[in-house]
């Protein structure tokens, strides 16, 4: 294998503000490729089939090898054709292309509305403990372990969110949102009120929020933002009626400010008989400072991934556990968890069991949701307590605005909380975000919300220390003072340089199967 | 920092309306690392250890450590969805091999780099089917044994649309093609079968099956696993259109029902697929790089429009699968399979073998679990077994079903034994 040495970029495709750090992304090239693919290391076809009596060992590259079957033939497929390795070879693949990825344990990461904070490591201990791998079909007796855990998270989240009952079953965020959306249509159900057709939604809101809507058989009226950022409250007049299900809101909303009108807002919404839903992306703003349930939100979810630092694990797995007030309790998705009356129960434990709550909306996941997920967030919460949980928001605040303080690049709302969304102005923001990769830093989420031109939206997180924010801000001014050519060109510094977008999706190649 | 803000105290930071300001606390009390981890242990060792003989459709295979250590790493754990490919190739590669992995077990073209679970892939195949219907139908037939937690997801996901879900009946834990006959005309969108069944029966109707639903213009979606299809028919060769269910079979040992949606589907359904796809393309050097793809069809792009609304999925978990897979090879995916099919045979025979027993019920080929009868009630009969160590199934007023995936031959010779007193 030849590998080009790393840092071979072009003299000139060097940084160039002097305070940039040095930094080059693994980059091993074989072959004209980047790491090659498991496929092009070997394909071994294991031919099935009843005639053949033993199976041959060895896997030498290309190979074909018999399996006996124990089933007759038309009952089986003819063969199976995949890489064939050895343990080591394994390890090095996988290990190299570790090496190609930038994760948060790389450096800064400060993408808006993301939320990726520090994943503390011993959560991935206790959710690996074997006591955790069980079976969701055991009796809910032999189970009384897990059973606690989950009682015992849903009435942290409860108390977090200020919601009278909370389910854990959404595997994830827009999960979660899909549960609120089903709530509300079988509460307005219950209630005769099942007419109400339509879910408002701001404008800047996150894509799931649509996208939920309609997949729940709503239409979606969409909520322009007034001057400051906030929600329009004659528009929202205007769009209320007694065709509305629901309003999706979070808050603080996408522009990081706070809704200062919440307590009218939900007024508004509850008078015209819909229900207030939050969505729970930028609740680590808020922690011990407010609760949703105390401004009016009737059904909210929290993204653990976010807001309780469970790992994001490259796209998931995430959990979007919801929240509800006592009236819509009885909604949630089947089953749930409670405190047994244990009249037999032994050394003073509490007793744990399944219930189905009474007009429950079903099942939104096979079983109950991301177990293991589960765990990280229990424990990240059990760690942190009230002090570190406060102290959090308290730095992901201050964080997001010394950040912004030392910004070059215009930021048109405040005052803002957890995130900014600065505007490029002039630059193109993906550009911006693809140069800012050469400074050896995560870029911000771009051009989005889109009431920003040329969006940069940027959260810090707690994580972040005063030289790292310091070093983020020379990677962002740095590149504001640098010309189009320059940021058409990058990066230049990572594994792979400017991936062509266009092409990827002109001529889907979806599979090592479907290359040349 | 206070004073490049401009602020005395980081509170003057929070623009947050007084009277809605939360001024109590929750109760909740900080510890160290190693109080929390003991709390978390001693909450989980409520748990019984029993020897789980569990399955129908969540699995405990061994995972072999190779499978911990490498998708442990902080760059593979740590990361966020591939929205910068440049510096997130490794993790793009690794869930293009997984789809990879996915079209050769299938048969078909596309697989996407995953939905939560099994339950929810089976939501996406209906919506799917709902969009592409060629049809004015609206029925989307289940079988009669659907697991109530993929029925109920299912009956969810198809709430906002004019679909109507409707079970049909099985024949000896196999499809009824008498009864499918006659219920399977133009007004039917889509049929899901499952291979195995979740009585841990192979379905020998497959071909069949898929001609049926091509004349009627219907989907023919198929649930199934990675173990199962590396031995089983392959979904390709007997018309389904659709495959769908949980890969986390390989990498993930049981977590309590956590799993991977598998979802794989025809070239021509390529624009209404719903997650993520990762495509190859190349970089400015002409290497061969990798990028998420045909974004336009997901909800941070087209918004209500979007073929689903799924944005977090089980990327890692899908590491896992493919790690898992990896090591195992086609030859060591192919044996496990064939000692699913064999072990469960086997021991099917063992509990035939006793007073009280007659296993297996289903006059059929099994993979990896099977259903028992038991002269004595069922439950009584679970109740002593979970005294002993030992959690099975109860399906049935009469009926045990017992999995063999998780279990080593030491364990099975144990049950045997142990079943054997709690039956006589």
Known sequence: ?516 | MLEAVGVDAVEDLFDIPSDIRFDDTFGIDARTERETRRLVRSILERNDDLTELLGRGHYGYYVPSLVDHLADRAEFLTSYTQYQPEISQGFLQALFEYQSLLVELTGLEIANCSMYDAATALGEAATLAERVRETSGHRVLVPDLIREGRDGTLANYVAGTDLVVETYPTDDANVDREAITELVDDDVVMLYVENPTVRGTIEEGLEWLGELTAENDALFVLGSDPIALSLLQRPADVGADVVVGDASVLGLPTSYGMGLGLFATRERFLRQVPGRLVGASEDDTGRRAYTLTLQTREQHIRRERATSNICTNQAWVALRTAIHAAVLGPTGMVELARRDVTRAENLAGRVDDLVGTKAPVHDRHHLREFVAHVDQPAAAVADDLEERGFAVHVVGDHEIQVCVAGATDGELDAFVDTLEVVVR
């Open chain 1, 1 to 516: 294998m030849s590998n080009e040495p790393l840092g071979l970029a072009p003299d000139d495709d060097e940084p160039t503000a002097d305070t940039a750090a040095g930094y080059d992304q693994a980059r091993y090239v074989d072959n004209g490729q980047y790491e090659p693919l498991l496929a092009e290391k070997d394909l071994t076809r294991v031919r099935i089939g009843e005639t053949v009596s033993s199976t041959d060992g060895t896997n030498a590259e290309g190979d074909t090898t018999h399996v006996d079957s124990p089933l007759p033939e038309e009952l089986t497929r003819d063969a199976l054709e995949l890489p064939e390795l050895s343990e080591p070879e394994l390890a090095r693949h996988y290990t190299r292309l570790s090496q190609m990825i930038y994760g948060i344990d790389s450096g800064p990461y400060p993408l808006g509305s993301c939320t990726m904070k520090y994943n503390p490591k011993f959560t991935e201990d206790v959710a690996a403990l074997p006591t955790a791998a069980v079976h969701p079909d055991r009796s809910e007796r032999s189970l009384q372990g897990t059973l606690e855990l989950l009682y015992r998270l849903q009435e942290y989240l409860g108390r977090i969110g200020g919601m009278d009952a909370v389910t854990l079953q959404p595997p994830a965020g827009a999960a979660g949102e899909f549960v609120g959306i089903r709530v509300a249509a079988a509460y307005h159900e219950h209630n005769d009120e099942g007419h109400r057709d339509e879910v408002i939604i701001p404008e800047s809101a996150h894509g799931t929020n649509f996208a939920t809507a309609a997949l729940g058989g709503y239409e979606v009226v969409s909520l322009p933002s007034d001057d400051g950022g906030r929600v329009d409250l004659e528009a929202l007049e205007a769009a209320l009626s007694e065709r509305t299900a629901a309003l999706m809101l979070t808050n603080p909303n996408t522009l990081g400010l706070f809704e200062r009108d919440i307590t009218e807002i939900a007024e508004m919404v509850h008078d015209a008989g819909g229900l207030l839903y939050y969505d729970g992306a930028n609740l680590n703003a808020l922690l011990g400072r407010a609760r949703p349930g105390d401004m009016g939100f009737d059904v909210m979810h929290y993204n653990v991934h976010k807001t309780f630092a469970t790992p994001h694990g490259g796209g998931g797995p995430g959990a979007g556990p919801v929240g509800v007030v006592s009236e819509l309790a009885p909604f949630l998705p089947s089953p749930r968890v409670r405190e047994a009356d244990d009249a037999d129960s032994n050394c003073g434990e509490s007793t744990y069991e399944l219930f189905e709550p009474n007009h429950t909306i079903g099942n939104v996941h096979g079983y109950q949701g991301n177990w293991l997920v589960l765990i990280k967030a229990f424990a990240y919460i059990a760690r942190l307590g009230d002090v570190g949980l406060a102290d959090a928001s308290a730095m992901a605040v201050l964080n997001a605005n010394y950040l912004a303080s030392q910004l070059e690049y215009d930021i048109p709302y405040g005052p803002f909380h957890h995130e900014f969304v600065a505007s490029a102005g002039e630059q193109d923001a993906a550009d911006v975000a693809k140069r800012m990769l050469d400074y050896g830093v995560h870029p911000p989420t771009t051009k989005w919300p889109e009431i920003v031109p040329e969006a940069l939206m940027t959260e810090p997180t707690e994580l972040e220390t005063k030289a790292t924010l310091d070093q983020l801000a020379e990677a962002f001014n740095a590149v504001a003072d640098e010309t189009d050519e320059t940021l058409e060109a990058a990066p230049t510094r990572t594994t792979a340089r400017r991936i062509d977008q266009t092409s990827a999706a002109r001529n889907p190649r979806l599979s090592w199967q479907s290359l040349e």
